[in-house]
T-cell receptor, first 111, second 115 residues
């Protein structure tokens, strides 16, 4: 079955700098990769997603890149702000309509 | 507003007691899911349902039970057989469109603790 790894587990950046979180997946049949942001005491919120027919997708300060050959995808946040501080999860579709989630990255944006 | 409502936000269980966590959605989604989240870990799938009156076990179903009598509702019961139930429980839902995956939308969770 699908296995998703995520690095780093924690990341601290200065406000205004960029942050990059990387995920790898094992199942070459996976073709949909969402990213979620989870704030303390809340449920995860979808922030961006990418399908395997594209290599990059952007939404304002957030972008996701996908390398199908290497089976990895990355989240890029530019011009980070304190409100970007949260736990970020990547996911890949597994069997049926289900997803396998990475273990999460705790991002801290320092003012 | 459309969304997923989980209740209660906090729940305490005594030894030997079954407790039920509520999950309601008004997004008209066909599929619903229950996940368990432990500190510093990702989400692990407990049960999922793609249609009313049908549900499937996920990766960690032992000690849990569910029902899907209505499209909008997918309650989770944590039974006394679950020996380590302390965790944050998340409910999610999604549409089902052919063979292309759709994102899951999450509620704000229920934190279960043992007394």
């Amino acid at each position: 079955g699908e296995n998703v790894e995520q690095h780093p587990s924690t990341l601290s950046v200065q406000e205004g700098d960029s942050a990059v979180i990387k995920c790898t997946y094992s199942d070459s049949a996976s073709n949909y990769f969402p990213w979620y942001k989870q704030e303390l005491g809340k449920g995860p919120q979808l922030i961006i997603d990418i399908r395997s027919n594209v290599g990059e997708k952007k939404d304002q300060r957030i972008a996701v890149t996908l390398n199908k050959t290497a089976k990895h995808f990355s989240l890029h946040i530019t011009e980070t702000q304190p409100e970007d501080s949260a736990v970020y999860f990547c996911a890949a579709n597994g069997y049926g309509q289900n997803f396998v989630f990475g273990p999460g990255t705790r991002l801290s944006v320092l003012p | 507003d459309g969304g997923i409502t989980q209740s209660p936000k906090y729940l305490f269980r005594k030894e030997g007691q079954n407790v039920t966590l509520s999950c309601e959605q008004n997004l008209n989604h066909d599929a619903m899911y229950w996940y368990r989240q432990d500190p510093g870990q990702g989400l692990r799938l407990i049960y999922y349902s793609q249609i009313v009156n049908d549900f499937q076990k996920g990766d960690i179903a032992e000690g849990y039970s569910v029902s899907r009598e209505k499209k909008e509702s997918f309650p989770l019961t944590v039974t006394s057989a679950q020996k380590n139930p302390t965790a944050f429980y998340l409910c999610a839902s999604s549409t089902i469109t052919g063979d292309s995956n759709q994102p899951q939308h999450f509620g704000d969770g229920t934190r279960l603790s043992i007394l």
